[in-house]
């Protein structure tokens, strides 16, 4: 609220001064001299004159310092760190806002670009200067950690926490607290097997595209706790899925983590295909080998690729393809 | 003079329009049997005379918008497109003795699936072969304003009755030429009640007929169809194409379908739903089989995508694997110009120009294309 006067104040003896006309005036804060009689308790009513209306005395202002301002000026010293804008100290031709009829509001009384953070300590300048002082502080690049790979390598987990500074009674933030561990899984050395259990898992943790683990600890009340917690489911998932259970023995086909055609109807179609018009049998399905046989190695790769990628154009013309081989060879040759 | 003006005006109008505006003629072919249609003849309409139509498409299996089009131009021209090509060029180079070779057409709604099966539908019934047609199988499955009640015979399955004898009915009119011609007889005796027998060697056309007669025993009627048919094909006695338009909606979640007791059966519940999925397996020869998939046969959840496996679920795809996946594309640019000179031709549509606009507005979807064009 307070703000909002202000700048309608100044808005009006910005609008109310003519341009390149300022004048400065003394306002005198002297008050009526104090009289040295008691106050009379008055019973009868008197007539009491209205006070007189306070008289308007317009408050000038010093022009703004944006109109002095040198051409080549170090911009730097003038804005030197992040603060709030300031119309009368960026020589800039601003406006921001809208307005129906005329253009958008200038700079002067803006409310809105008074909201919004401004960047004008970041002028390339100030961040080189920034840069030039603190070069001393440096130390050389580490060798043998030039590409991103090499950090993967050496440095496979990540730890990441965050500290909060605040100008509060207490310099506390809870947040400060969580700890998010990630790392690679192809950092770990682990088979098929473990593989596929850890992911299942961690669930949700994993992302497949990046292969990234990524876990969050924010159960204990600090930091350290926290770690330690993360290190230590780290260390129970990896060891867990290393170990094969006996009710694993019990996976089933929909528990699968991929298509695998030899265990699928699919294989007992091509099989029933090749050997009709005799009738199957299990057994045969399980003995039939197509070692030697392109058409069904095509045919297993194309459904294989189509129900583990997914159904798109690509996969199905790959699918059409290989069984168009092996049904209409006619069509194929010609 | 103003008058005179706007009168000259308007007559020089329309007889530069007329000058101007010729009707254009859309490409033909002549050649009237598909068998002979090849790839000089892509996008070209041809003409199915109306005796074959009535034969075939009597009782359904051409959509409801395209027959009323056909009965505005007095004449049914189907476009030649690659997708009914490529079956039909399949057909005529398959080994028929090896199983049966199943097609699936499949592409976005409107993309003319179902004309490119009635095309596939008249080459095989030029051809010789038994149709073993599911015109479209939602109508089935949907509205409940049928009878459903348990079958007899077969413990857990749902007999529609009154649909399966009207889908007999359609066979009939379909192959009855055909079936007095190949003389296909029962091999074995049938016994329905005490006094209702149908002892061995009797004509197909006589199971068919008594079926019909007793919409109670049609269900059965078609199973045990589809059996000797398969034994007569495998037996080299005939040749069958099993054609369902629709195939996607035997996998569908639920049907509106209740039973006397109120009970919602599911389409796999359905004995002639049963049949027609043992249609579809490949343990026969001698035939082939055009499934259709669309989006429109899905419920109405599951109508994102018009690829098949999402569709039928990976449990019809492990039911018709291997199969070879047809897609049935949008109109090409040529196809397009041909609908649309087609259309102009029969005053379909009386406005020339917009194409750009109707490409855009239609995305040369052959059905949509046919809505657009109702109103210009």
Same mark, same amino acid.
């Given at each position: 609220?307070?703000?909002?006067?202000?700048c309608?104040?100044?808005?009006? @003896?910005?609008?109310?001064i003519?341009?390149?006309?300022?004048?400065? &005036?003394?306002?005198?804060? $002297? *008050?009526?001299a104090p !009289?040295?009689?008691?106050?009379?308790?008055?019973?009868?009513?008197?007539?009491?004159?209205?006070?007189?209306?306070?008289?308007y005395?317009k408050?000038?202002?010093?022009?703004?310092?944006?109109?002095?301002?040198?051409?080549?000026?170090?911009?730097?010293?003038?804005?030197?760190?992040?603060?709030t804008?300031?119309?009368?100290?960026?020589?800039?031709?601003?406006?921001?806002?809208?307005?129906?009829?005329?253009?958008?509001?200038g700079?002067?009384?803006?409310?809105?670009?008074?909201?919004?953070?401004?960047?004008?300590h970041?002028?390339?300048?100030?961040?080189?200067?920034?840069?030039?002082?603190?070069?001393?502080?440096?130390?050389?690049?580490?060798?043998?950690?030039?590409?991103?790979?090499?950090f993967d390598?050496?440095?496979?987990m @990540?730890?990441?926490t965050?500290?909060?500074?605040?100008s509060?009674? &207490?310099?506390?933030?809870? $947040? *400060?607290?969580i700890? !998010?561990i990630?790392?690679?899984?192809?950092?770990?050395d682990?088979?098929?097997?473990?593989?596929?259990?850890?992911?299942?898992?961690?669930?949700?943790?994993?992302?497949?595209?990046?292969?990234?683990?990524?876990?969050?600890?924010d159960?204990?009340?600090?930091?350290?706790?926290?770690?330690?917690?993360?290190?230590?489911?780290?260390?129970?998932?990896?060891?867990?899925?290393?170990?094969?259970?006996?009710?694993?023995?019990?996976k089933?086909?929909?528990?699968?983590e991929?298509y695998i055609?030899?265990?699928n109807?699919?294989?007992?179609?091509?099989?029933?295909?090749?050997?009709?018009?005799k009738?199957?049998?299990?057994?045969?399905v399980?003995?039939?080998s197509?070692?030697?046989?392109?058409v069904?190695?095509k045919?297993?790769?194309a459904?294989?690729?189509?129900?583990?990628?997914?159904e798109?154009?690509?996969t199905?013309?790959?699918? $059409?393809?290989?069984?168009v081989?092996?049904?209409?060879?006619?069509?194929?040759?010609? | 003079?103003?008058?005179y003006?706007?009168?000259?005006?308007?007559a020089?109008?329309a007889?530069k329009?007329?000058?101007q505006?010729?009707?254009?003629?859309?490409?033909?072919?002549?050649?009237?049997?598909?068998?002979?249609?090849?790839?000089?003849?892509?996008?070209?309409?041809?003409?199915?005379?109306?005796?074959?139509?009535?034969?075939?498409?009597?009782?359904g299996?051409?959509?409801?918008?395209?027959?009323?089009?056909?009965q505005?131009?007095?004449?049914?021209?189907?476009?030649?497109?690659?997708?009914a090509?490529?079956?039909?060029?399949?057909?005529?180079?398959?080994?028929?003795?090896?199983?049966?070779?199943r097609?699936?057409?499949y592409?976005?709604?409107?993309?003319?699936?179902?004309?490119?099966l009635?095309?596939?539908?008249?080459?095989?019934?030029?051809?010789?072969?038994?149709?073993?047609?599911?015109?479209?199988?939602?109508?089935w499955?949907?509205?409940?304003?049928?009878?459903?009640?348990?079958?007899?015979?077969?413990?857990?399955?749902?007999?529609?009755?009154?649909i399966a004898?009207q889908?007999?009915?359609?066979?009939?009119?379909?192959?009855?030429?055909?079936?007095?011609?190949?003389?296909?007889?029962?091999?074995?005796?049938?016994?329905?009640?005490?006094?209702?027998?149908?002892?061995k060697?009797?004509?197909?056309?006589?199971?068919?007929t008594?079926?019909?007669?007793?919409?109670?025993?049609?269900?059965?009627?078609?199973?045990?169809?589809?059996?000797?048919?398969?034994a007569?094909?495998?037996?080299n006695k005939?040749?069958?194409?099993?054609?369902v338009d629709g195939?996607?909606?035997?996998?569908?979640?639920?049907?509106?379908?209740?039973?006397e007791?109120?009970?919602?059966v599911?389409?796999?519940?359905?004995?002639?739903?049963?049949?027609?999925?043992?249609?579809?397996?490949?343990?026969?020869?001698?035939?082939?089989?055009?499934?259709?998939?669309?989006?429109r046969?899905?419920?109405?959840t599951?109508?994102?995508?018009?690829?098949?496996?999402?569709?039928?679920?990976?449990?019809?795809f492990?039911?018709?694997d291997?199969f070879i996946?047809?897609?049935?594309?949008?109109?090409?640019?040529?196809?397009?110009?041909?609908?649309?000179?087609?259309?102009e031709?029969?005053?379909?549509?009386?406005k020339t120009g917009?194409?750009?606009?109707?490409?855009?507005?239609?995305?040369?979807?052959?059905?949509?294309?046919?809505?657009?064009?109702?109103?210009?």
């Amino acid at each position: 609220m307070s703000v909002m006067q202000k700048c309608v104040m100044i808005r009006r @003896t910005a609008n109310a001064i003519p341009i390149n006309y300022y004048q400065r &005036t003394w306002c005198s804060t $002297k *008050a009526a001299a104090p !009289t040295d009689e008691f106050r009379v308790l008055n019973l009868k009513k008197k007539f009491v004159p209205p006070q007189s209306k306070k008289k308007y005395t317009k408050t000038l202002l010093l022009p703004p310092r944006e109109t002095a301002m040198p051409v080549d000026q170090d911009w730097t010293n003038v804005w030197p760190g992040p603060k709030t804008f300031h119309p009368a100290s960026v020589p800039l031709a601003l406006r921001q806002g809208y307005d129906q009829k005329r253009a958008p509001p200038g700079k002067y009384g803006n409310a809105e670009l008074m909201k919004i953070p401004n960047f004008l300590h970041l002028t390339p300048p100030a961040v080189k200067k920034h840069c030039s002082a603190i070069k001393k502080f440096c130390t050389e690049w580490p060798k043998g950690l030039e590409t991103d790979e090499d950090f993967d390598k050496h440095f496979p987990m @990540t730890i990441i926490t965050t500290d909060y500074c605040h100008s509060s009674p &207490t310099i506390k933030d809870p $947040k *400060a607290r969580i700890v !998010t561990i990630k790392v690679k899984l192809s950092a770990f050395d682990l088979d098929k097997h473990a593989r596929d259990k850890m992911i299942r898992l961690v669930g949700e943790r994993y992302d497949e595209e990046t292969d990234i683990l990524t876990i969050v600890t924010d159960r204990c009340p600090t930091r350290k706790q926290n770690y330690d917690y993360g290190i230590y489911v780290l260390t129970a998932l990896y060891h867990e899925s290393n170990t094969f259970e006996e009710w694993e023995k019990e996976k089933q086909e929909a528990d699968m983590e991929h298509y695998i055609w030899d265990n699928n109807v699919s294989k007992k179609a091509y099989v029933a295909l090749v050997e009709w018009p005799k009738k199957v049998s299990d057994d045969d399905v399980k003995s039939f080998s197509i070692e030697n046989d392109l058409v069904g190695q095509k045919y297993k790769d194309a459904v294989t690729e189509l129900l583990n990628n997914g159904e798109d154009t690509y996969t199905l013309n790959k699918y $059409k393809e290989a069984v168009v081989g092996m049904l209409l060879p006619q069509n194929a040759q010609a | 003079m103003r008058a005179y003006r706007r009168v000259c005006n308007y007559a020089t109008a329309a007889i530069k329009q007329e000058a101007q505006y010729q009707i254009p003629t859309a490409a033909r072919t002549d050649k009237t049997n598909p068998a002979d249609h090849d790839h000089h003849d892509e996008s070209k309409f041809y003409t199915i005379d109306p005796k074959t139509i009535t034969s075939l498409f009597q009782m359904g299996g051409l959509p409801k918008p395209f027959t009323e089009q056909t009965q505005m131009f007095a004449e049914t021209a189907l476009m030649v497109r690659k997708p009914a090509l490529e079956v039909i060029r399949g057909l005529k180079l398959a080994d028929y003795q090896k199983p049966v070779i199943r097609y699936l057409l499949y592409g976005q709604t409107g993309s003319g699936k179902s004309l490119s099966l009635a095309h596939i539908l008249h080459y095989a019934h030029n051809s010789k072969f038994i149709l073993y047609h599911i015109p479209y199988v939602p109508i089935w499955l949907k509205y409940d304003r049928k009878e459903v009640n348990w079958s007899t015979t077969k413990n857990g399955l749902a007999d529609i009755p009154l649909i399966a004898a009207q889908w007999l009915k359609h066979f009939k009119h379909q192959n009855e030429v055909l079936l007095n011609e190949l003389n296909l007889t029962t091999s074995q005796d049938y016994v329905w009640s005490i006094r209702e027998t149908t002892p061995k060697g009797t004509i197909l056309n006589e199971l068919i007929t008594h079926g019909i007669n007793r919409a109670k025993y049609a269900c059965d009627c078609m199973d045990i169809l589809l059996n000797e048919l398969k034994a007569h094909c495998s037996n080299n006695k005939c040749k069958m194409l099993v054609a369902v338009d629709g195939f996607n909606a035997f996998f569908n979640e639920k049907t509106d379908l209740k039973t006397e007791d109120r009970v919602r059966v599911t389409p796999q519940q359905i004995s002639m739903v049963q049949t027609g999925l043992s249609a579809v397996l490949s343990d026969w020869n001698n035939g082939a089989v055009v499934m259709v998939t669309s989006p429109r046969a899905a419920l109405n959840t599951k109508r994102e995508s018009h690829l098949p496996i999402y569709l039928c679920g990976r449990q019809g795809f492990e039911h018709i694997d291997p199969f070879i996946p047809v897609m049935v594309p949008e109109l090409t640019t040529t196809e397009f110009n041909n609908m649309l000179d087609y259309y102009e031709e029969k005053r379909w549509l009386q406005k020339t120009g917009g194409r750009k606009e109707l490409e855009f507005l239609t995305s040369r979807l052959p059905a949509e294309l046919m809505a657009r064009c109702a109103s210009l």
